[in-house]
């Protein structure tokens, strides 16, 4: 990500990743997509970013491969949407850590702006990034909700990664 000081050589790990999640637009481009908000006009409208930090941000988040482009037909000429890569939904337990700890630790300027992490399974707002605090399992997008009270009275579910056609190759055998 030329942002800002390349990082992704340096020996440390954390140095590593926060080259390419430590960019607080990145990060916010990143929550919209969960949200299934994958449409540039879409984004632009909800972060009120400008179109060149915008498409910036998006192409650095495509070329680390977290994020990818899909085609798609509104009618009109051809547009690409951005959808999450399996890379991509890994992050998911570092934007959830920030939320929590953002709801913890940080006042929020009104009652509606808060945002809440939620397994789906259990329907249970958790405190944990990874698992659920109500009933122990893991967190994943498919069974993980956000309540934003600024965007909706319930919970949405995330977005995924497409599923991919790829086949697991075990001792020479598909899996």
């Not at 941000?57 to 495509?62: F, N, S």
């Not at 309540?147 to 579910?157: D, E, G, Y």
């Not at 086949?167 to 899996?175: D, E, K, L, M, P």
């Amino acid at each position: 990500m030329a942002l800002r000081s390349d990082w992704s050589r340096r020996t440390c790990s954390m140095a590593r990743g926060l080259d390419i999640l430590g960019d607080p637009w990145g990060m916010l481009v990143l929550r919209e997509v969960f949200f299934g908000n994958g449409r540039f006009d879409a984004i632009k409208a909800r972060l009120g970013a400008s179109d060149s930090v915008l498409t910036r941000r998006l192409a650095a988040l495509v070329e680390a491969g977290l994020l990818t482009r899909r085609p798609y037909d509104d009618g009109g000429r051809p547009r690409q949407e951005y959808v999450l890569t399996a890379k991509g939904e890994d992050v998911l337990p570092v934007l959830n850590a920030v939320v929590i700890w953002s709801e913890k630790h940080l006042s929020a300027p009104s009652e509606q702006a808060h945002m809440f992490v939620v397994h789906s399974g259990c329907g249970q707002r958790t405190t944990s990034a990874d698992s659920c605090t109500a009933c122990g399992k893991r967190l994943t997008a498919e069974n993980t909700s956000w309540h934003s009270l600024t965007r909706t009275a319930t919970p949405v579910s995330l977005a995924t990664a497409p599923a991919t056609q790829e086949t697991t190759q075990t001792n020479g055998t598909a899996a």
